[in-house]
């Protein structure tokens, strides 16, 4: 069965420091990743997302990702973080079934907090 | 402005009482999702929709309901059989293989 795993439920960074939040699947194929954030009380937010190419892409907010294939990681990274970053983000993977069922997988999420 | 709405932003549920979320897109998605987020758990899926007057069970269906009769609407119906109703409810649309939510439901019991 697929399984997203996000090993780190909360990140504490001073602002202004880089950030790298890890995820990792498990997933026969190349599958369809994506990058959510969520602010408290609120939706979720896409990032950015990666479908094939290019193995870093880059995302909204100044966020990038890089798809490594041999250690099955999409981790999300960022050169300089805000205090507005805080927030809890979610890595997600995608697959698409038989009849056009597309169906996305969520990891649990990291919580990040940004100190000033 | 395209977009996903979900109303109300918090709904309060009596003891044997039904409910019912509501969820409604504009962006011409044929495809709208259900899902459940509790906390340290992710989201889980409730139902999807891949098109008008057709619908399927997600991961966690038992105990809700729903309905698409337009292409523009999803509703979901917390039922009396879901005995721990209490969660952040997200309603989602998709576009090829993205999908896209709304700003959620607060659902409390009282």
């Known amino acids: 069965a697929q399984s997203v795993t996000q090993p780190d439920i909360h990140i504490t960074v001073s602002e202004g420091a880089s950030l790298e939040l890890r995820c990792n699947y498990s997933?026969?194929?190349?599958?369809?990743l994506f990058w959510y954030v969520q602010s408290p009380g609120q939706g979720l937010q896409l990032l950015l997302k990666?479908?094939?190419?290019?193995?870093l892409v880059q995302g909204i907010k100044g966020f990038e990702a890089e798809f490594k294939r041999s250690q099955s990681s999409f981790n999300l990274r960022k050169p300089s973080v805000h205090w507005s970053d805080a927030a809890e983000y979610f890595c997600?993977?995608?697959?698409?079934?038989?009849?056009?069922?597309?169906?996305?997988?969520f990891g649990a999420g990291t919580r990040l907090a940004v100190h000033p | 402005d395209g977009g996903i709405t979900q109303s109300p932003k918090y709904l309060f549920r009596k003891e044997g009482q039904n409910v019912t979320l509501s969820c409604e897109q504009n962006l011409n998605h044929d495809a709208m999702y259900w899902y459940r987020q509790d906390p340290g758990q992710g989201l889980r899926l409730i139902y999807y929709s891949q098109i008008v007057n057709d619908f399927q069970k997600g991961d966690i269906a038992e105990g809700y309901s729903v309905s698409r009769e337009k292409k523009e609407s999803f509703p979901l119906t917390v039922t009396s059989a879901q005995k721990n109703p209490t969660a952040f409810y997200l309603c989602?649309?998709?576009?090829?293989?993205?999908?896209?939510f709304g700003p959620g439901t607060r659902l409390l019991v009282l």
């Open positions: 989602a649309s998709r576009d090829l293989e993205t999908q896209y």
């Open positions: 997933y026969g194929a190349t599958p369809y």
């Open positions: 997600a993977v995608g697959r698409r079934f038989s009849g056009g069922y597309n169906k996305l997988i």
């Open positions: 990666y479908f094939s190419g290019d193995t």
